[in-house]
Protein backbone atom coordinates (compact mmCIF):
# COMPACT_ATOMS: atom_id res chain seq x y z
CA UNK A 1 0.00 0.00 0.00
CA UNK A 2 2.63 2.28 0.78
CA UNK A 3 4.52 1.63 -2.03
CA UNK A 4 1.37 2.61 -4.49
CA UNK A 5 1.19 5.47 -2.44
CA UNK A 6 4.92 6.89 -2.69
CA UNK A 7 4.41 8.15 -6.46
CA UNK A 8 1.37 10.43 -5.10
CA UNK A 9 3.43 11.56 -1.75
CA UNK A 10 6.07 12.71 -3.88
CA UNK A 11 3.85 14.83 -6.47
CA UNK A 12 2.54 16.58 -3.24
CA UNK A 13 5.81 17.47 -1.32
CA UNK A 14 7.54 18.56 -4.88
CA UNK A 15 4.05 20.67 -5.34
CA UNK A 16 4.17 22.42 -1.86
CA UNK A 17 8.02 23.21 -2.21
CA UNK A 18 7.01 26.03 -4.80
CA UNK A 19 7.01 29.25 -3.06
CA UNK A 20 3.79 31.02 -2.17
CA UNK A 21 2.81 34.19 -3.79
CA UNK A 22 2.83 37.14 -1.93
CA UNK A 23 3.19 40.73 -2.56
CA UNK A 24 5.62 42.97 0.11
CA UNK A 25 4.31 45.25 2.27
CA UNK A 26 6.25 48.63 1.00
CA UNK A 27 7.88 50.63 4.32
CA UNK A 28 7.80 54.12 2.38
CA UNK A 29 9.21 57.15 3.73
CA UNK A 30 7.39 60.39 4.53
CA UNK A 31 8.01 63.32 1.56
CA UNK A 32 10.27 65.29 2.80
CA UNK A 33 12.38 67.19 -0.33
CA UNK A 34 15.57 64.81 -0.38
CA UNK A 35 15.91 62.40 -3.27
CA UNK A 36 14.00 58.86 -2.43
CA UNK A 37 14.27 56.06 -4.73
CA UNK A 38 10.61 55.55 -5.80
CA UNK A 39 10.09 51.81 -7.05
CA UNK A 40 7.13 51.23 -9.76
CA UNK A 41 4.46 48.96 -9.11
CA UNK A 42 2.33 47.91 -11.66
CA UNK A 43 -0.23 44.51 -11.99
CA UNK A 44 1.44 41.39 -13.51
CA UNK A 45 0.76 38.86 -16.43
CA UNK A 46 0.71 35.21 -16.29
CA UNK A 47 3.81 33.98 -14.74
CA UNK A 48 5.02 37.27 -12.98
CA UNK A 49 5.47 35.43 -9.70
CA UNK A 50 8.03 33.02 -10.91
CA UNK A 51 10.88 34.41 -8.98
CA UNK A 52 10.75 33.15 -5.37
CA UNK A 53 7.13 33.81 -4.94
CA UNK A 54 7.65 38.10 -5.82
CA UNK A 55 5.56 39.35 -8.24
CA UNK A 56 7.81 41.17 -11.03
CA UNK A 57 8.04 44.85 -10.06
CA UNK A 58 9.28 43.82 -6.68
CA UNK A 59 12.20 41.66 -7.81
CA UNK A 60 15.40 42.69 -5.42
CA UNK A 61 12.86 44.58 -2.81
CA UNK A 62 14.20 46.52 -1.42
CA UNK A 63 18.15 45.47 -0.63
CA UNK A 64 18.89 46.45 -4.29
CA UNK A 65 18.22 50.57 -4.27
CA UNK A 66 19.28 50.39 -0.66
CA UNK A 67 22.76 49.80 -2.44
CA UNK A 68 22.45 51.74 -5.03
CA UNK A 69 21.74 54.71 -2.74
CA UNK A 70 24.93 54.12 -1.02
CA UNK A 71 26.59 54.08 -3.81
CA UNK A 72 25.14 57.41 -4.88
CA UNK A 73 26.04 58.68 -1.80
CA UNK A 74 30.03 57.82 -2.08
CA UNK A 75 30.06 59.18 -6.06
CA UNK A 76 28.14 62.21 -6.05
CA UNK A 77 26.91 64.76 -4.17
CA UNK A 78 23.19 63.86 -4.00
CA UNK A 79 21.86 63.67 -0.85
CA UNK A 80 19.74 60.66 -0.82
CA UNK A 81 17.65 58.93 1.82
CA UNK A 82 20.14 56.23 2.83
CA UNK A 83 17.56 55.07 5.58
CA UNK A 84 14.47 53.57 3.03
CA UNK A 85 12.92 54.05 -0.29
CA UNK A 86 9.35 53.90 -1.72
CA UNK A 87 7.10 51.74 -3.73
CA UNK A 88 4.70 53.99 -5.78
CA UNK A 89 1.81 53.25 -7.95
CA UNK A 90 2.09 54.46 -11.78
CA UNK A 91 -1.52 55.91 -11.30
CA UNK A 92 -0.49 57.75 -7.43
CA UNK A 93 -0.48 61.46 -7.86
CA UNK A 94 2.26 61.05 -5.09
CA UNK A 95 4.41 59.89 -7.94
CA UNK A 96 5.00 63.54 -9.23
CA UNK A 97 6.69 64.46 -6.35
CA UNK A 98 9.94 61.91 -7.78
CA UNK A 99 11.71 63.28 -10.33
CA UNK A 100 13.30 59.56 -10.82
CA UNK A 101 11.09 56.37 -10.77
CA UNK A 102 12.36 52.74 -11.82
CA UNK A 103 10.58 50.09 -13.23
CA UNK A 104 11.79 46.04 -13.12
CA UNK A 105 11.11 43.24 -15.43
CA UNK A 106 8.66 45.27 -16.85
CA UNK A 107 8.29 42.51 -19.91
CA UNK A 108 5.50 41.46 -17.04
CA UNK A 109 3.84 44.65 -17.06
CA UNK A 110 -0.04 45.09 -17.53
CA UNK A 111 -0.50 48.66 -18.39
CA UNK A 112 -3.59 50.02 -17.57
CA UNK A 113 -5.84 53.00 -18.84
CA UNK A 114 -4.85 55.10 -15.84
CA UNK A 115 -1.69 54.22 -16.08
CA UNK A 116 -1.21 55.32 -19.65
CA UNK A 117 -2.90 59.25 -18.50
CA UNK A 118 -0.16 59.24 -15.32
CA UNK A 119 2.60 58.56 -17.29
CA UNK A 120 2.51 60.45 -20.40
CA UNK A 121 1.65 63.56 -18.07
CA UNK A 122 4.63 62.34 -15.63
CA UNK A 123 7.06 62.01 -18.75
CA UNK A 124 5.98 65.04 -20.12
CA UNK A 125 6.45 66.96 -17.15
CA UNK A 126 10.34 66.06 -17.20
CA UNK A 127 10.55 62.45 -15.32
CA UNK A 128 13.21 59.84 -15.59
CA UNK A 129 11.79 56.39 -15.75
CA UNK A 130 14.28 53.68 -15.34
CA UNK A 131 13.40 50.31 -16.72
CA UNK A 132 15.90 47.16 -16.01
CA UNK A 133 16.28 43.53 -16.21
CA UNK A 134 13.91 42.70 -19.62
CA UNK A 135 14.92 39.54 -21.24
CA UNK A 136 12.72 38.03 -24.27
CA UNK A 137 11.74 34.82 -23.30
CA UNK A 138 13.82 35.05 -20.08
CA UNK A 139 11.00 33.67 -17.87
CA UNK A 140 7.58 31.92 -18.21
CA UNK A 141 4.97 34.66 -19.83
CA UNK A 142 7.80 37.16 -19.53
CA UNK A 143 6.56 39.27 -23.07
CA UNK A 144 9.76 40.97 -23.43
CA UNK A 145 10.75 44.07 -25.65
CA UNK A 146 7.43 43.63 -27.61
CA UNK A 147 5.46 44.80 -24.11
CA UNK A 148 7.29 47.23 -23.42
CA UNK A 149 6.80 48.65 -26.96
CA UNK A 150 3.23 47.89 -27.17
CA UNK A 151 2.51 49.64 -24.10
CA UNK A 152 4.73 52.86 -24.94
CA UNK A 153 2.87 53.24 -28.30
CA UNK A 154 -0.36 53.29 -26.11
CA UNK A 155 0.89 56.33 -23.62
CA UNK A 156 2.89 57.96 -26.93
CA UNK A 157 0.88 57.05 -29.98
CA UNK A 158 2.26 59.49 -31.71
CA UNK A 159 6.04 58.51 -31.28
CA UNK A 160 8.05 55.54 -32.06
CA UNK A 161 11.30 53.91 -30.70
CA UNK A 162 14.91 54.55 -33.08
CA UNK A 163 18.06 53.31 -32.85
CA UNK A 164 20.81 55.24 -31.24
CA UNK A 165 24.81 54.85 -31.78
CA UNK A 166 27.55 55.58 -29.19
CA UNK A 167 28.21 58.99 -31.16
CA UNK A 168 24.77 60.57 -29.09
CA UNK A 169 25.89 62.83 -26.49
CA UNK A 170 23.95 61.27 -23.98
CA UNK A 171 26.59 58.18 -24.11
CA UNK A 172 29.73 61.35 -23.09
CA UNK A 173 27.67 63.14 -20.26
CA UNK A 174 28.79 62.40 -17.31
CA UNK A 175 31.36 58.92 -18.63
CA UNK A 176 32.34 58.51 -21.93
CA UNK A 177 30.56 54.94 -23.26
CA UNK A 178 33.40 53.93 -25.38
CA UNK A 179 31.03 50.62 -26.01
CA UNK A 180 27.63 49.60 -26.20
CA UNK A 181 28.81 45.70 -25.79
CA UNK A 182 27.39 45.58 -22.68
CA UNK A 183 29.27 42.56 -20.33
CA UNK A 184 26.62 40.75 -18.70
CA UNK A 185 26.68 40.24 -15.02
CA UNK A 186 27.82 36.44 -14.08
CA UNK A 187 24.57 35.20 -12.75
CA UNK A 188 23.16 35.35 -16.21
CA UNK A 189 22.78 32.26 -18.13
CA UNK A 190 25.12 31.68 -21.31
CA UNK A 191 22.87 32.49 -24.30
CA UNK A 192 22.16 35.74 -22.71
CA UNK A 193 25.30 36.91 -22.10
CA UNK A 194 26.41 36.54 -25.74
CA UNK A 195 23.62 38.93 -26.65
CA UNK A 196 23.94 42.11 -27.76
CA UNK A 197 23.03 45.54 -26.16
CA UNK A 198 20.37 47.10 -28.25
CA UNK A 199 20.10 51.21 -27.46
CA UNK A 200 16.85 52.51 -28.66
CA UNK A 201 14.83 56.28 -27.95
CA UNK A 202 11.44 57.75 -28.45
CA UNK A 203 11.86 61.14 -29.15
CA UNK A 204 13.63 63.10 -26.83
CA UNK A 205 12.85 60.30 -24.49
CA UNK A 206 16.28 58.45 -23.98
CA UNK A 207 15.87 54.19 -23.81
CA UNK A 208 18.83 51.80 -23.16
CA UNK A 209 17.18 48.04 -23.30
CA UNK A 210 19.46 45.14 -23.01
CA UNK A 211 19.72 41.78 -21.97
CA UNK A 212 20.67 41.92 -18.14
CA UNK A 213 20.03 42.94 -15.06
CA UNK A 214 21.99 46.09 -13.32
CA UNK A 215 19.89 45.06 -10.25
CA UNK A 216 22.17 42.18 -9.98
CA UNK A 217 24.90 43.77 -9.58
CA UNK A 218 23.52 46.32 -6.81
CA UNK A 219 21.86 43.48 -5.29
CA UNK A 220 25.25 42.01 -3.88
CA UNK A 221 28.57 43.63 -2.78
CA UNK A 222 32.08 42.59 -1.58
CA UNK A 223 33.31 43.39 1.67
CA UNK A 224 30.98 46.74 2.00
CA UNK A 225 27.60 45.92 1.08
CA UNK A 226 27.46 48.65 -1.50
CA UNK A 227 30.31 47.72 -2.69
CA UNK A 228 29.92 47.20 -6.65
CA UNK A 229 33.58 46.77 -7.77
CA UNK A 230 32.74 43.45 -8.74
CA UNK A 231 30.33 44.47 -11.49
CA UNK A 232 32.15 44.56 -15.32
CA UNK A 233 33.54 47.95 -15.75
CA UNK A 234 31.24 48.73 -18.79
CA UNK A 235 27.95 47.70 -16.52
CA UNK A 236 29.20 50.15 -13.81
CA UNK A 237 29.61 53.09 -16.44
CA UNK A 238 26.40 52.13 -17.80
CA UNK A 239 24.74 51.45 -14.84
CA UNK A 240 21.17 51.95 -14.73
CA UNK A 241 19.45 49.83 -17.28
CA UNK A 242 16.68 51.20 -19.18
CA UNK A 243 16.15 55.00 -18.93
CA UNK A 244 12.95 57.28 -21.02
CA UNK A 245 13.06 60.96 -19.83
CA UNK A 246 11.47 63.97 -21.73
CA UNK A 247 14.94 65.74 -20.75
CA UNK A 248 16.45 66.40 -23.79
Known amino acids: MLSRLAPLLFILAGATAAPAQYDPVPRNLPYDG ?15 YYYRGLPAWAHGYSHAEENLMKITHEVSLINAHLDGSNVIAIDDPELFRYPVSYMTEAGYWVLTDAEIVALRKYVLKGGFLILDDTRDGFSPGNMGWANIQA ?3 RIFPELSFV ?9 HSFFDIESLDVVRQTTTAARWRSARCSTRTIRRNASWCWSTSTRTCRSTGNSRPWDFRSCPGRMRRTSWGSTISSTP
Open 163 to 171: DLTRAHPIF
Open 151 to 153: NFK
Open 34 to 48: RFTFARLRYAVANGG
